[in-house]
């Protein structure tokens, strides 16, 4: 999960602290992807998606689903239209994260393609 949060978010690690502060974009990610490839209801046009369902895929994992999900949706308003679509990926990211086990971590891309991606 370190690498994965280097990667793709620019936190120096996984732990929730680091997470939480590189939140401010204290520090780019190193990997770039992109925003193609999301289903509409994850698009928010903003060309940060990964970082931000990398985000909630951590913070799931680190805290749960539940006290993920809080943590991730405490960042986002419920009034703009890419703060509604942030919301919808972090119901996904935080599950995700809170159902990741060492037992099934070869299923996360099965999960990814099946329901955050563009049919």
Do not use: K
């Not at 960042?75 to 972090?90: G, P, V």
């Amino acid at each position: 999960m370190n690498e994965i949060a280097r990667r793709f978010t620019g936190a120096s690690n996984a732990s929730s602290f680091s997470m939480l502060a590189n939140g401010y974009d204290l520090n780019p990610p190193t990997t770039r992807i992109g925003n193609r490839g999301f289903r509409a209801e994850f698009d928010d046009g903003s060309n940060l998606q990964v970082r931000h369902y990398v985000a909630g895929l951590i913070s799931g994992r680190n805290l749960g689903t539940t006290a993920g999900l809080t943590q991730m949706n405490s960042r986002e308003s419920n009034t703009l239209r890419a703060d509604q679509i942030d919301r919808a990926l972090n119901a996904v990211s935080t599950r995700h994260g809170g159902d990741l086990t060492a037992n099934n971590f070869r299923q996360l891309a099965d999960w990814i393609r099946r329901e955050i991606c563009a049919p």
